[in-house]
């Protein structure tokens, strides 16, 4: 168990619909990280954050977003959804390398 | 649930034998290296690690190997089991705060 906690574990929804992913980061962790895993990218980084802050930003969609809570949980909230959104979403916490990941929540846009 | 891509280099090995999984890494400037472990419908579970000024680094049963002058990472997996049956992939950071992962190997183990 590496201590991050996701949810939901599954989420399947319709084409322009919006959804909110929830993480709670490792304790004693201040940064939380959000991954896309699809078929065909491999773990693709999105978004960082530190303390509430949002420390570095990747490959994420402008329909996208994501903000971390003063008790440092993280939603990463995915809006106008497309079929190619579907894709398993991961998040990580850790100070410094390596990265403990949460097992994932699995979106599926139908 | 399969949880990555239909297109990943697949390794199959005997129970027993040893395992041994190759990532190329691109950024020459990487100092930091990371193999995870994916099991089906789970997160990237956490190997063993490399930093750049070391070319050897083992753990139980595995070990991992670095050759910065081709840019080159394996992990070597002695005894290989079938709880070691997964999706491996190599990890690389570059002073940033984001690590680069490869598309990963699936290992398969026969029993």
């Known amino acids: 168990d590496s201590g991050v906690t996701q949810t939901p574990k599954h989420l399947i929804t319709a084409t322009g619909q919006r959804v909110t992913l929830r993480c709670s980061p490792r304790?004693?962790?201040?940064?939380v990280y959000w991954y896309q895993q699809s078929l065909d990218q491999g773990l693709q980084f999105l978004i960082q954050?530190?303390?509430?802050?949002?420390?570095a930003k990747g490959n994420i969609l402008e329909r996208f977003s994501a903000q971390q809570f003063p008790d440092l949980h993280s939603e990463l909230n995915l809006s106008s959804l497309e079929l190619g959104d579907s894709a398993l979403y991961f998040c990580?916490?850790?100070?410094?390398?390596?990265?403990?990941f949460g097992n994932g929540t699995r979106l599926t846009v139908t | 649930g399969e949880s990555v891509g239909l297109h990943l280099p697949t390794l199959s090995v005997q129970e027993g034998d040893n395992s041994i999984i190759n990532c190329a890494y691109s950024?020459?400037?990487?100092?930091?290296f990371i193999w995870y472990k994916q099991e089906s419908g789970k997160g990237p579970q956490f190997i063993i690690d490399?930093?750049?000024?070391?070319d050897k680094r083992q753990g139980q049963r595995v070990t991992v190997l670095l050759n910065k002058t081709v840019k080159h990472l394996s992990l070597q997996i002695a005894a290989t089991q079938p709880g070691d049956s997964a999706v491996y992939f190599c990890?690389?950071?570059?002073?940033?705060?984001?690590?680069?992962f490869g598309k990963g190997t699936k290992l398969s183990v026969i029993p």
């Open positions: 490399i930093r750049s000024n070391m």
């Open positions: 990890a690389e950071l570059a002073g940033s705060y984001q690590l680069t």
């Open positions: 304790s004693g962790d201040l940064s």
């Open positions: 990580a916490s850790g100070e410094n390398s390596p990265l403990h």
């Open positions: 954050y530190y303390n509430g802050e949002e420390r």
């Open positions: 950024n020459s400037a990487s100092d930091y």
